[in-house]
């Protein structure tokens, strides 16, 4: 119940976004833009105090951004869940990456959906999020963190979950 409302409140959050004068409703042609979104000058340097992994391989059309040294976490230390759709809800992690590695590096799980890749080109045209999607990220932090063996394992705080987007 408490992730279907989370979910809700995300979604009900972008859906107001959408509605807003002088923005384009969805799948309508942006402004192309290119975004330099890999930039190490953008992410590098975040203020919390865990150095960040990226792993756009663990879970399928996802991207986790987490403390590195999972080790380093003290012993009941968990890491809350940060679950995000991209920007206007399209399904690309790219954007944000300065944004994400910011959160993760103060002890979160963030997880986004879309992978990263070098340059993000947007021209209007991009796969959207949808609730499965947030769904599903949700699903792999509460199955992972009680899944012995998993690298995550005891380490996720699934009760603890906030999304946007």
Request: proline share 7%; with cysteine.
């Amino acid at each position: 119940m408490k992730r279907i409302f989370i979910l809700a409140l995300s979604i009900g959050f972008a859906c107001q976004l959408g509605a807003q004068p002088n923005v384009p409703p969805q799948g309508a042609p942006r402004q192309q833009t290119l975004i330099k979104a890999a930039l190490p000058s953008y992410w590098a340097n975040p203020s919390g105090k865990y150095a960040v992994a990226v792993d756009d391989q663990t879970l399928s059309e996802h991207t986790l951004f987490y403390p590195k040294d999972l080790a380093s976490l003290k012993k009941n230390e968990k890491l809350p869940v940060f679950v995000m759709s991209g920007p206007g809800c399209d399904k690309t992690s790219s954007a944000f990456r300065a944004f994400f590695t910011e959160v993760a590096s103060h002890g979160y799980m963030v997880i986004i959906s879309g992978v990263l890749t070098e340059e993000t080109v947007n021209t209007g045209i991009l796969p959207k999020n949808t609730k499965d999607d947030l769904l599903a990220a949700m699903d792999w932090a509460s199955a992972e963190t009680v899944r012995p063996g998993s690298p995550f394992y005891g380490k996720i705080d699934a009760d603890n979950v906030c999304a946007g987007g």
